[in-house]
């Protein structure tokens, strides 16, 4: 099963290298990418200056892979690919990427709709907001 | 029966450790666990969101056996 963790930030590089490697796939005819990326929310007084993510690694690979066999399920994709941080990402620094491919742009981008509020919802990760002061607090999804 | 309990994200700070081994009587179920770590930790009430036991997300109560390793989580908060 494949380990969607990544330490730290996502490097753009990775995610513009991740975009050079589908040209060799030329079924492909649309890709959608969802990136998050650290927020510097204000709260109480003070700006959120990272978050580190924890998680229990083996039920979220778990869960994530069985996440992607139901959006090829679902969905006919070409291939798609999740990753996520671990550890401390600064704000503005990229903590989730989600690439999904298909022949036509319907399909990939209802499956990328789907990957990243079930991976959201069903994956047990954690993330702890390190505010600008040195408080923190414990991330909530909307 | 001694059961594993590893706590993730606020749920460790609120019980003040991260893992802890936790005695319970023969034939308890995860109502029982959960029971007696929020007596053990009161201000885990209200705060567990969901239980894993030997790595599988519980979706309704089931029986625990001695050896068992639970996960506790607060809500879940990826992306």
């Known amino acids: 099963m494949k380990d969607v963790f990544v330490q730290g930030p996502i490097d753009p590089e990775k995610i513009a290298g991740s975009i050079a490697a589908h040209q060799k796939k030329k079924d492909i005819g649309a890709h959608h990418l969802f990136l998050g990326q650290v927020r510097a929310d204000e709260m109480q007084g003070s700006r959120v200056r990272a978050i580190e993510y924890s998680a229990q690694k083996e039920i979220a690979n778990r869960v994530i892979h069985e996440i992607r066999e139901e959006a090829f399920a679902r969905f006919e994709l070409s291939c798609l690919h999740i990753y996520h941080s671990l550890g401390k990402v600064e704000a503005g620094a990229i903590c989730f990427f989600v690439f999904v491919s298909s022949a036509h742009r319907l399909q990939s981008r209802e499956a990328l709709a789907f990957l990243v509020d079930a991976v959201k919802a069903r994956a047990p990760i954690f993330g702890k907001e390190i505010m600008e002061d040195g408080s923190h607090q414990w991330k909530r999804n909307r | ?79």
């Not at chain 2, 790595?55 to 309704?60: C, D, M, S, T, V």
Request: no cysteine; hydrophobic share 45%.
């Open chain 2, 1 to 79: 029966m001694k059961i594993k309990v590893n706590y993730f994200g606020r749920l460790a700070e609120l019980a003040g450790t991260a893992s802890e081994q936790v005695a319970l009587p023969a034939a308890s179920d995860s109502e029982n666990l959960l029971k007696k770590l929020e007596e053990r930790h009161p201000l885990l009430k209200g705060q567990i969101s969901a239980l894993a036991i030997n790595g599988e997300i519980l979706q309704k109560a089931a029986k625990l056996h001695a050896g068992d390793e639970a996960d506790l989580f607060p809500p879940f908060a990826g992306g």
